[in-house]
């Protein structure tokens, strides 16, 4: 009978910490709340639902079928150069949504989010073309940042859940250190965008 070691606990925390923040739950929240933010009242949530779709669920949802179709094997998506498709159905769906918010004249709080985290995505594709930057870890820094520049700087402290993200994405050997610390840092960036508005 084979033992549990430390090695594989840590493992399965995690593949745990991956799934729970994993992108489309991350911004599931974080759209909600921002939207929150920038409408100032209830008002605010449908357009927050609108942007968790358009940048989470779609792509989320994009993934799982191209999974299914067996032509990845899971989510994570681990082979960079496969990668490509995910980020223009990406910025297609944010794109969409942009437009969407436009026309329907939805706060601008929401709608620079929005617009930061499709020049995110551009980046990260990028990057992506040369290096196997992280995703996971760079959704988790910037919905992070973008709450605490639309609520209050006491966000910050959800900075221990992108740090456990991008344990979880080392431990799992999806990424370096160096790919989780460059998507958190180019996550963080996207703030700015909202900032300076």
Known sequence: MRTTTTADRAVTTARTVTDIFQPRNV???????IGLAAAGDWTGLPWGLLAALCA???PAGYIEWERKRGTW?????VDRTKRAPIFFVILGSIGTGSVIMVLGRAPTGIL???LALWAMTVLL?????????SVDSAVASA???LLAAAHSPWWLLGYAMTTAVCWSRVALKFHTLAQTIAGA?????TA??????
């Open 27 to 33: 911004l599931l929240f974080g759209m909600l709340a």
């Open 56 to 58: 989470g669920l779609i």
């Open 73 to 77: 094997d899971d989510r994570h998506v």
């Open 112 to 114: 620079i989010t929005m």
């Open 125 to 133: 594709l990028a990057v992506n073309t040369v290096w196997k930057i």
């Open 143 to 145: 919905v992070v940042a």
């Open 185 to 189: 840092t180019l996550g963080a960036a």
């Open 192 to 197: 700015t965008a909202f900032l300076l508005a």
